[in-house]
């Protein structure tokens, strides 16, 4: 006889890639519970993607009022625009709590079993759920962590969460402090600049390293800086670590040569923003009991199919990880993938996940975008597997529709193989940026090539035609043209 379980499936973590799993078992016919410690939407929905895009939405609104030169290319004149702080903080609580009240009620309605508490795992199918009424234990034939992550703070830094604060306090908009560094250039930091920018505070951007946006591809990186910094005024000081960052007023950071680890410069500012990453929320979730040996900072070992991986390489049966617990690619449409992956996997129809593939913006105005390798990554393969690359560039000031916006800040860059036309990477710096990537991560999943995309009918006038025109001089460049 079989053995009962209380669920088919157990999932920790109500976040996006939670919330998506448990919505995808349902429609494979599982009995399903979620388990939450916080509150219902995880971070994405509370303290990162929907509040700070509702930020970024009236900042820019903003900006965009009160840039005068460009209204006036329009022939429009717009008086003094001023704007309300609080307002703007509600817009954006708002925007989150819609968004929580339409996750949490769409779990209701399928009838998921949503349990708050902490919860690990206490044996293989066993989890124990901390509730405020006592401990609680539940038996799943399959356990699905998504616990999350959380900002990581480097050492050095003192967090109060008011003149020293990570996003998680920033997507409130407290406050507007007249003067603000923010340390790191990833996506959070460039987003944040952008919004507090926009609602008129001086700002002083901290990387450690040499180059601003050192994640992004080099092309891209410097037309962006150009138009998110230097056009901006933002003071930007690169190569410098914040080895102390000390709460108060003013907020005191000493800046430490990246190179030769001396003090070079003490800043005194109104606040400051940490904006230095995440790191996984993995802790006392049981898992070293069951002989699993956590990687640094915290992330859980998983395989291919996301089966949750021991010190001695063997899986441990029925649990899986996903989301940025697994320290794949740290944005919440991974964690919606590697989700339905999973569901689909214990449901016996084995399903991995492209991380190749995988689109990423970061929405500033303008936005960046990118999907698959930059050129430097793409090269380095093609030197290790001896094969040529390319890239082309296209540019928004010779499109119609960015034309017609007065908006023609920016470039699309194509990463290909020449010999047989298929798409490495693409990055695109400009007007709604976040959107077109799509074409081409969907493009890359389906194993299109250049050659193929030069012949795909684009909309005119459209701002997809940046996309097209880089395809078709790819293709120009490539096999048999």
């Given amino acids: 006889m079989a053995q009962a379980f209380d669920y088919d499936l157990v999932i920790v973590g109500?976040?996006?890639?939670?919330?998506?799993?448990?919505?995808?078992?349902?429609?494979?016919?599982l009995k399903v519970a979620v388990v939450e410690a916080g509150i219902m939407g995880g971070t994405c929905v509370n303290r990162g993607c929907i509040p700070s895009k509702a930020l970024l939405a009236a900042s820019g609104k903003v900006r965009e009022l009160r840039d005068a030169a460009h209204l006036d290319h329009f022939g429009i004149q717009v008086g003094g625009v001023t704007f309300d702080r609080a307002a703007i903080a509600a817009h954006a609580e708002g925007v989150v709590t819609k968004q929580r009240d339409g996750l949490t009620n769409s779990l209701k309605r399928l009838k998921v079993d949503v349990i708050q508490g902490h919860a690990s795992v206490v044996d293989v199918q066993k989890v124990k759920v901390a509730t405020a009424e006592g401990d609680k234990f539940f038996t799943a034939k399959d356990i699905l962590l998504a616990p999350g992550s959380v900002p990581f703070v480097p050492p050095g830094s003192t967090i109060d969460g008011k003149t020293v604060f990570t996003s998680d306090h920033a997507v409130n908009l407290e406050s507007l402090p007249p003067w603000i560094a923010i340390v790191g250039s990833g996506y959070i930091g460039l987003e944040f600049a952008d919004v507090y920018s926009a609602l008129g505070c001086e700002i002083t951007v901290i990387?450690?390293?040499d180059q601003l946006m050192p994640t992004f591809d080099p092309d891209i990186a410097k037309v962006a800086q150009r138009t998110l910094i230097q056009n901006r005024d933002i003071e930007a000081k690169t190569g410098v670590f914040a080895k102390t960052v000390t709460p108060?007023?003013?907020?005191?950071?000493?800046?430490?040569?990246?190179?030769?680890?001396?003090?070079?410069?003490?800043?005194?500012?109104?606040?400051?923003?940490?904006?230095?990453?995440?790191?996984?929320?993995?802790?006392?979730?049981?898992?070293?009991?069951?002989?699993?040996?956590?990687n640094r900072p915290g992330f859980i070992p998983v395989n291919d199919h996301l089966g949750v991986v021991k010190e001695n390489g063997e899986t441990v049966p029925h649990l899986w990880a996903i989301g940025d617990a697994t320290g794949k690619l740290m944005l919440a449409h991974t964690a919606s993938a590697q989700g339905m992956a999973v569901v689909e996997t214990i449901c016996d129809r084995p399903r991995t996940v492209n991380y190749n593939v995988i689109p990423a913006a970061a929405f500033t105005h303008p936005e960046v975008s990118f999907v698959g390798m930059t050129e430097p990554a793409a090269k380095e393969k093609g030197k290790a597997e001896g094969f040529e690359v390319q890239s082309v560039k296209s540019y928004f000031k010779g499109n119609a529709k960015a034309l017609a916006e007065a908006e023609t800040d920016g470039l699309a860059k194509v990463i290909f193989r020449p010999d047989n036309g298929e798409i490495l990477g693409v990055h695109i710096f400009g007007l709604h940026a976040a959107d077109l990537i799509q074409e081409a991560a969907n493009a890359m999943a389906m194993n299109h090539t250049v050659q193929d995309l030069a012949f795909t009918v684009h909309t005119h006038p459209t701002l997809s035609e940046v996309l097209d025109e880089a395809f078709k001089r790819a293709a120009g460049a490539g096999a048999g043209h």
């Fill in 14 to 29: 109500a976040g996006v890639g939670g919330h998506g799993a448990a919505l995808h078992a349902i429609a494979c016919g």
């Fill in 207 to 209: 990387e450690g390293v």
């Fill in 248 to 294: 108060g007023s003013p907020v005191r950071i000493e800046l430490m040569d990246a190179k030769t680890k001396e003090i070079v410069e003490v800043m005194e500012v109104d606040a400051c923003l940490i904006a230095t990453g995440r790191v996984p929320a993995t802790q006392n979730m049981g898992l070293e009991a069951l002989g699993v040996a956590l």
